[in-house]
């Protein structure tokens, strides 16, 4: 046989090798962070719901799911255990100190200098037309109307009252 003829199946053979060596190795870590669980640890099954570890047994785990209720569940039904601050972010709401994140301003306005005095308003809004332009204004507002009354009575050589019936 030629080599080029077992080329694909040498291919295929070494990606089968490597997709199991990689789900070995999830499988190997999920059994891990379940071997890590103890009471007291806050986990999130793999239905999303978040709870407390109460027991752990050989193969089953006694979450409170919430004060005073609890269940049993299977421990492959844990689907991450969750460090105490993730936890109670998540389910208590407490957010971590204030002081670990940076602050940041909501505008750049205090990353630019000022170079307008502080005193002086800037006025963005339309401002009063000038005097010439209110004289004007009615002028050219009637001459407009008459162009459009003469316009709409010569398009397509109607007037009022016509009608296209045959």
């Known amino acids: 046989m ?9 291919v295929l053979i070494g990606a089968m090798f490597l997709m199991t060596r990689s789900a070995k190795n999830k499988q190997r870590q999920a059994a891990q962070m379940r071997d890590q669980m103890q009471p007291g640890t806050g986990v ?3 239905g999303g719901m978040y709870a407390t570890v109460k027991e752990v047994n ?16 299977a421990k492959n039904a844990i689907g991450a255990v969750l ?3 993730e936890y109670n972010r998540i389910v208590h709401g407490i957010e971590p ?6 602050v940041v301003p909501d505008d750049a306005s205090s990353l630019t200098e000022s170079e307008a005095p502080a005193d002086k308003k800037i006025d963005l809004g339309k401002g009063e037309p000038a005097e010439a332009e209110k004289a004007a204004e009615p002028e050219s507002k009637a001459a ?13 050589g109607k007037q009022d009252g016509d009608a296209d019936a045959k």
């Open 144 to 156: 407009e109307k008459a162009a459009e009354d003469t316009k709409d009575a010569k398009r397509d």
């Open 97 to 102: 100190h204030e002081s670990e994140t940076p």
């Open 83 to 85: 460090e105490d601050a």
């Open 2 to 10: 030629n080599i080029v003829t077992l080329l694909p199946f040498i």
């Open 44 to 46: 999130r099954t793999i």
């Open 58 to 73: 050989d193969d089953t785990v006694l979450l409170e799911v919430a004060p005073g209720v609890h269940a049993i569940y």
